[in-house]
């Protein structure tokens, strides 16, 4: 038996029981081509790669298998298939004792990966009655550990995804196992965000393969390159929210897959936009488990089994010390390899990177130096999300860097923690890793429980809306003297109002004329005092107007045009009120009048439809909202067409439930188109177009679209001024709203005097004055933006006194009064 059959035989029982990987086999037949007196067992133990133990233990197999084959050395070597790399390497080094040897080693039945790329097909698996099961079709995609191929699955006729380790790794025992792990791993997760494997099996020659799931989509990574290479979606900012958020609704998939993972006991450890597979059917796949790693410990608060598969035991463990991973997206303590840290909080981290990528275009470490990159990884030395694009929301900013925090401690505790923050987000609710300022959760209230504009509304009837406002604040400081002239103001308001429809009326018939003057006198009658001598603190305006509201059934039963507009006037003032279960009653039972006498699409009929649909919003009612609002709208449109301005508050009311109801997406382009409109047909400085532009910039501040929402804000004011001039109410709001957006913009410098003329001219005014609702609003702002700077008393010295002036005219339920006294606690507290 020549010696150089006996030395390949040693060497290659050594390689394939895991004593020695090909590296070290290749090296020592190196060394032995130059000394053959020296047998490749001398070698590999001078070279230090085997023991005197582990010699002894290999040269008892190489007896047992010559044995097995009558002491035939080329026999032995015949049964032994050897992966084509292993035997590539080993002809390379052109001994020709080497090769004559290597000539008698038998090969795998196997095809290696270049052949089955050239687009032979070959055939694996249990047999059918048409051959073996699984008859491999074309390539498909190539990773660090094997190549994967679309094959016919001859027993259910389906295309599947079949996956074999690399040539170059066939002969590598660990990379074997590896693989052999991965596919277990995801055979054993079954979850609709995780690939379900068909079967696992081997070549003759033993190198493993698996049957999958076959993924028909991109990676996130090409989603994401996709979304930041959209012109569309840079100039429309309504379709990049749009887009945005359908790629987060993505990453909250992989969040709950990696969420069942740890539940079972199992990291990833190699999460990254392109391990994930996004299908076309709404599919978010995880896929490449190659790295995973089996903890042995579950979830303790889960029902889920831990996953302990057999390719597990006895497995090669990570060395200390060594990165395993893609360096851009694992945690420090991967970069460190320090094994003691090892835990969910690695995958909890390398979600944070991957939602950093979903939120910047960018890995958030890039280098071509790969130590260099570790170690900035290691010591969190990466720009925030705002740095690269200022327009990321500040939440979703806090929700990336906190998933990302360099202390394991300081992260989500849980990838269903990180998933709920982020749904939280996506519901426009507040967020655990980002306190709010008080004036973004009032915004937020706002946005859900917002008064119908006094403006939009006081020329109905007889303009009850305002006139209310004013009185619901007078009526609360002043005596009865002062209700008593504000009732007799209200008369001649309502006279001259009902003369111009009295004139109108005579060109009619007499019963118009008749039922214009009726209206003024219940409205004079019904706001006239009960008592010249009663405190004028006792009186309420609501109560004056439930009185109101009861005699109109008895007094215009027989006249339903008048009684509609009425009881949708009195329905204006509650909203005004802030009394919106009281004003959908109203408005209800004045849309009723009015179909009734003038039918239902009557051009007062669809306003009165109109402001029951803002009544519904503001009460709570938003699954009758909607769907009123855009019957509203669409009637509107057939009947007046695109342009008329009746259309067009449909249009921007519709935009304003959808930003009510969470869906600011749709928001967005509905308001642009809106405000568009209204510019070139009515003017940019309408009072609607005026509204419609304020809701915009409201609706851009939401999505995080600052600056441009600054602008709008500035422009509103700018038009307000020249209008209504500096001291009204509306000029003073859209002031507010310009400090508001300087300080979320980090110009707080600009928001603090800003705020501070705001809030002493709104104090002073008889129409607002101190405890107004947006004076409270602007004063609590302010306490804020002193708070953002480190000047606590003056914070804590402004909170106290709004949360002082909320208690006397807020309910105790109210968020506004909650928001504050939050506030105020964490300044006591801190």
């Not at 991965?182 to 493993?208: F, K, Q, S």
């Not at 990884?377 to 860097?401: N, Y």
Request: with cysteine.
């Amino acid at each position: 038996m020549a010696a150089a059959d006996r030395d390949l035989l040693f060497g290659l029982l050594a390689l394939q029981n895991g004593l020695i990987d090909q590296g070290q086999l290749v090296a020592a037949f190196q060394a032995w081509t130059r000394d053959k007196a020296r047998s490749l067992a001398e070698h590999l133990i001078d070279r230090g790669d085997l023991d005197a133990e582990a010699r002894s233990g290999v040269e008892a197999m190489v007896a047992l298998h010559l044995k097995q084959h009558a002491s035939d050395a080329e026999k032995s070597l015949a049964s032994l298939p050897v992966g084509r790399s292993t035997r590539e390497r080993l002809e390379a080094l052109k001994d020709p004792d080497l090769t004559a040897t290597i000539a008698h080693v038998g090969s795998g039945s196997g095809p290696s990966e270049a052949d089955a790329e050239a687009t032979t097909t070959f055939a694996v698996g249990s047999t059918t009655a048409d051959g073996q099961r699984f008859r491999v079709l074309r390539p498909h995609a190539r990773g660090g550990l094997g190549a994967v191929f679309v094959a016919l699955d001859g027993e259910l006729n389906r295309e599947v995804a079949l996956k074999r380790i690399l040539d170059h790794h066939a002969d590598d025992p660990t990379s074997r196992q590896r693989f052999l792990l991965e596919a277990e791993i995801t055979g054993g997760l079954e979850h609709p965000g995780i690939v379900p494997v068909y079967g696992l099996g081997a070549h003759a020659d033993g190198r493993p393969y698996y049957a999958m799931r076959l993924i028909r989509g991109d990676s996130l990574k090409d989603a994401i390159e996709r979304f930041y290479s959209d012109g569309r979606a840079e100039a429309d900012a309504g379709v990049r929210s749009l887009a945005l958020r359908k790629l987060l609704r993505r990453f909250l998939d992989v969040c709950n897959a990696i969420g069942y993972a740890h539940s079972r006991g199992v990291l990833h450890r190699d999460i990254k936009p392109g391990n994930v597979v996004v299908g076309k059917h709404g599919e978010t796949l995880v896929v490449d488990w190659g790295l995973a790693k089996p903890t042995g410990r579950s979830d303790p608060s889960s029902c889920e089994r831990t996953l302990m598969p057999f390719s597990a035991s006895g497995s090669a463990e990570t060395l200390p010390g060594s990165a395993l991973g893609t360096p851009a997206y694992m945690s420090p303590e991967q970069a460190a390899g320090d094994l003691d840290q090892f835990g969910p909080a690695i995958d909890v981290y390398s979600l944070g990177a991957t939602l950093y990528c979903l939120l910047t275009g960018k890995a958030p470490f890039e280098g071509d130096d790969p130590g260099a990159v570790l170690r900035r990884v290691q010591q969190g030395d990466f720009p925030p999300p705002r740095q690269l694009d200022p327009s990321t929301d500040k939440a979703l900013e806090a929700v990336c860097l906190k998933a990302m925090a360099l202390n394991p401690a300081d992260r989500y505790p849980t990838a269903r923690a990180l998933a709920e923050d982020l749904d939280r987000w996506l519901a426009d609710e507040p967020v655990t890793a980002w306190r709010e300022s008080i004036s973004l959760r009032a915004r937020r209230w706002a946005r859900r429980n917002r008064t119908v504009a006094a403006a939009a509304t006081v020329a109905l009837v007889v303009g009850l809306v305002g006139l209310a406002a004013v009185a619901a604040v007078q009526a609360r400081a002043n005596g009865q003297l002062r209700l008593a002239n504000w009732a007799t103001n209200l008369a001649l308001v309502a006279t001259r109002k009902a003369q111009a429809e009295t004139a109108a009326a005579l060109d009619q018939s007499e019963e118009s004329r008749e039922q214009a003057e009726a209206a003024v006198d219940f409205l004079v009658e019904a706001f006239r005092s009960p008592d010249p001598w009663l405190d004028g603190r006792q009186v309420k305006i609501a109560d004056v107007l439930d009185r109101a509201a009861e005699r109109l059934d008895k007094e215009f039963a027989g006249s339903q045009v008048t009684r509609g507009k009425l009881l949708d006037a009195l329905g204006l003032t509650f909203q005004g009120l802030g009394l919106y279960v009281k004003a959908v009653d109203l408005h209800s039972k004045a849309r009723d009048a009015c179909v009734s006498a003038l039918g239902p699409q009557d051009p007062y009929t669809l306003l009165v439809c109109n402001n029951l649909a803002h009544a519904y919003i503001f009460a709570g009612r938003l699954d009758e909202a909607i769907p009123l609002t855009e019957t509203t709208l669409a009637v509107r449109e057939e009947k007046f067409g695109p342009e008329h301005e009746d259309t067009l508050v449909s249009r921007a009311n519709l935009a304003l439930a959808y930003q009510m109801t969470g869906r600011t997406a749709e928001s967005i382009p509905l308001f642009r188109g809106t405000l568009k409109t209204m510019e070139s047909t009515l003017g940019p400085d309408h009072d609607g177009t005026l509204a419609v532009r304020n809701d915009l910039a409201n609706a851009l501040m939401v999505a995080g679209i600052t600056e441009e929402a600054a602008r709008l804000f500035r422009l509103t004011l700018e038009l307000r001024e020249a209008k209504r001039g500096p001291d009204h109410p509306d000029t003073l709001v859209s002031r507010a709203n310009l400090a508001w957006a300087y300080q979320e913009t980090g110009r707080t410098a600009e928001a603090i005097p800003l705020y501070e003329e705001t809030l002493e001219t709104m104090e002073a005014k008889p129409d607002l004055g101190p405890d107004h609702h947006y004076t409270l609003w602007c004063r609590s702002s302010l306490a804020t933006a002193f708070a953002s700077v480190r000047n606590w008393e003056t914070a804590e010295r402004l909170f106290q006194e709004t949360v002082d002036r909320r208690r006397s005219v807020d309910k105790p339920d109210s968020p506004f009064l909650a928001g504050d006294l939050a506030e105020l606690g964490r300044l006591l507290l801190r």
